[in-house]
């Protein structure tokens, strides 16, 4: 019995599925979360909260997605790619348009979460280009790691160049709300 759901933790579908599942138990945390915000006097614990679980909920299936070991994990050497683009256009060459595109969409989606609700949440990320470098960094940790514990991937800068431009891009997608929750200059001199 263990043993299939190990089976399932190491696939897409299971991923999935168990995200899904999830949904639930991170909306009662966030309902939590807020809740004993708003009971202590916390200013906007319902923002404050959705924007933490959030992160969590929708980044961490992305990034399990993207460590579940290939076929010859553990068996062949990590391979590094440090050409820009060279992957991508390798993809569509090898793999058409179709593979190409669920490629690039998905290393857009890996961190947008972060990107999104960051801002939201952290006065210190209400910028653009401090989501670019937090995105790029925790690209790099991830590419790093599946290097390091040889799960038959490839390490590749596009993946870092494409996670980090979709935090970017979903930085600016919920600027008007991160935004809006800036504090404002003082007039008084």
Do not use: K
């Not at 992160?55 to 553990?74: C, E, F, K, N, S």
Request: net charge positive; glycine share 8%; hydrophobic share 55%.
């Amino acid at each position: 019995m263990v043993e299939g759901w190990h089976g399932w933790f190491g696939t897409f579908n299971g991923v999935v599925l168990l995200t899904v599942a999830a949904f639930p138990v991170a909306v009662l945390a966030a309902w939590i979360l807020a809740r004993r915000r708003r009971d202590a006097g916390t200013a906007s614990a319902w923002r404050r909260s959705l924007a933490e679980v959030g992160i969590g909920y929708g980044t961490v299936p992305w990034v399990w997605m993207i460590m579940l070991p290939g076929d010859q994990a553990g068996v062949v050497p990590g391979r590094v790619s440090l050409v820009p683009l060279r992957d991508l256009v390798t993809i569509f060459a090898d793999g058409g348009p179709l593979t190409a595109t669920v490629q690039v969409v998905g290393n857009l989606l890996v961190f947008a979460a972060l990107g999104f609700l960051a801002p939201l949440r952290f006065a210190a990320l209400r910028s653009v280009p401090r989501i670019l470098a937090l995105a790029a960094a925790c690209s790099v940790v991830v590419e790093a790691a599946q290097y390091v514990l040889r799960l038959d991937r490839v390490s590749s800068v596009d993946d870092v160049l494409l996670n980090a431009a979709g935090a970017g891009l979903a930085a600016l997608a919920s600027r008007r709300w991160w935004r809006a929750t800036a504090p404002v200059p003082s007039t008084r001199t």
